[in-house]
């Protein structure tokens, strides 16, 4: 199955780290933190990868090439300008599949990708978001996420004051997207997923949840990033 990461932020909250290095390409344990995650993608035999690059892109291109060296295939396509997580996506529509993985270039989620792609199937749904029950609070992360008891997403809200009413699970960085959810962007301009191509999807009850019960880890603070390089460390 394709694999399309996201890998064109700024990296703002990690500022210095983030002055001379796109995200991704921020050590990690030894190496950037890109290529843990590629190589995890690797192991699981999934060697198709279009990368959607745009700050300091030029470093990623650089670094992974091809992706041969990893026994992966990579394409890029890197924005002049930003454009938003769903913006960056339809820009490589042209290279997409009739239904792909997307993830995300500075989070971890150590899981079966093919089940989420499987799940898009079996359910029948446009897209399917991992999430993750944090009953514990480890990731820091404030729960954003209702299901219904058919699996169907049907509150999603980044914004969230912590505790609000019926908010449950926290997305865990893996989507299963068919290509004709692009169909519902507007044709140029930044598009958000998560602020503007969610709620159309929760609106026609096409999203439906991967509950996991494995942690994901990102790197979005410095407190974060420690964390998750103990992990891989």
């Known amino acids: 199955m394709q694999v399309v990461i996201l890998a064109g932020g700024l990296g703002t909250r990690l500022q210095p780290l983030t002055a001379q290095v796109p995200k991704p390409m921020v050590p990690v344990a030894g190496v950037p933190y890109l290529e843990h995650q590629l190589r995890l993608l690797a192991r699981q035999s999934l060697g198709e990868i279009v990368m959607l690059t745009g700050y300091l892109g030029e470093q990623i291109e650089a670094y992974f090439g091809d992706g041969r060296r990893l026994g992966l295939r990579i394409r890029y396509c890197r924005e002049a300008k930003p454009m938003g997580t769903g913006g960056a996506i339809r820009e490589a529509r042209g290279w997409l599949a009739e239904s792909f993985l997307v993830i995300y270039g500075d989070s971890y989620l150590p ?38 008891e058919d699996g169907a997403v049907v509150r999603y809200d980044k914004r969230a004051p912590a505790g609000a009413s019926g908010l449950e699970y926290i997305e865990a960085g893996v989507l299963a997207l068919r290509r004709t959810v692009l169909d519902l962007l507007p044709p140029a301009g930044a598009v958000s997923l998560e602020e503007e191509t969610f709620p159309m999807l929760v609106e026609r009850r096409w999203l439906f949840a991967y509950p996991t ?11 974060r990033l420690k964390a998750i390089e103990e992990y891989l460390a």
């Open 213 to 223: 019960g494995q942690r994901f880890y990102d790197m979005g603070t410095p407190e």
């Open 111 to 148: 899981i079966e990708y093919y089940e989420v792609g499987r799940s898009l199937a079996h359910a029948g749904a446009a897209a399917v978001m991992a999430v993750y029950h944090d009953t514990l609070g480890e990731t820091n992360v404030r729960p954003n996420v209702a299901v219904a």
